[in-house]
């Protein structure tokens, strides 16, 4: 049974490290799909790129030794059998989607990260005591099919499978057609099985981690959000007979609203966010002074306080331009994200493993939605992040370094390990 256990005792573990040259030559080969002039990458979920993509790394983790399975939804799953193999696995991965004009790092980072834990683990012949299995998640962007963490949401049973395949993208295609004529749909079950824990390296698309010198975030929750939509209500009227003085032009309201909303996010210190990014005017032509304006908003910050704070500003302010105006302006919620907490155990075993390492770490909160966040409902589940230079994310200019990437790695490998247990000879 030599070869079921490694000879690997606890000192030798701790002195094990990833290989970053190769995580950092794979990472570019798979930027290689989808690759745009620019730098970036472009892989829409369920395209022939985001397939080939897919094809690429499954072809690697099979020559790892791993196992692989892909659910009826797309997710892929990558096996390597543990000594106690009846044991739930660790997952680790994040996903190989990008949105239109994305970057090399964005859930590549991740995906790729997991496969070289598992290379590191095959050449020192390490075996786990349970099994780990590399996860590549389909559309987490959501540019194409919304919502976004389709694949995961779906595997953790947060979007009901049949919902997600009659889901349509701009042209009309549904989830449902695109995974048979691009082959991606696999025949395993979806979820439904227990997940010991997931674990995801992510970069961290904003600033603060470049900005300080650190090198690994550790991530301990969400930030929360509240989204709105504001109805504008004025009175449609000629657009020229009417006197400026007796206009109540709904656009001209929302324009002074999305200024009031701007300030609001700056005003509640580096953590406050908010965005006025949709609008719908009605009539919309050119000779009818704007009847009605829907407006889409949201307010963000770290302290969920601080968010019931801006809620209050944003509806004042709302009220008072809408008297100022002559128009009605009425603010409904329809979804809010957050406060979330990752599994604060999870959150230990990674910040254990960066300090032990010997690598600058902080505790962040993520703005973005990940994986990670269905994730958690079905298993304790938490993620680190590496720097994202400039900040930039979303962005062909994304970047993260060699040097960075493989720091996350390490800590990865060793959390993983923290969790799975390592058979010793
Ligand atoms: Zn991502």
Redesign the pocket.
Known sequence: MVAEHSAIGPGLAANLRVDGARLWKTLLEIGEIGATPGGGCRRLALTSEDRAARELFMGWAREAGAKISVDRIGNIFCRRAGSQDALPPVMLG??LDTVPTGGKF??ALGVIAALEVLRTLEDRKIRTLAPIELVVWMN?EGSRFSPSMMGSAVFAGDLPFERALAIKDPGGTTVAAALAETGIAGEAPIGGRPVAAYLEL?NEQGPILEAEGTQIGIVTGTFTARYFVATVTGEPAHVGPTPMEARRDALVGAAEAILAIDRIGRGFGPDGRSNAPHLEVYPNVRGVIPAEVKLSCDVRHADPTQVAAMEILLRSELAAIGARRGINISLEQYFQFGPMQFDAELVATFRDAARSLGYTHRDILTVAG?DTVPMRKICPSAMIFTPSIGGISHNEREFTSAAQAEAGCNVLLHAVLARTGVATA
């Open positions: 994040s996903h964005d859930g987490e992510h990940h």
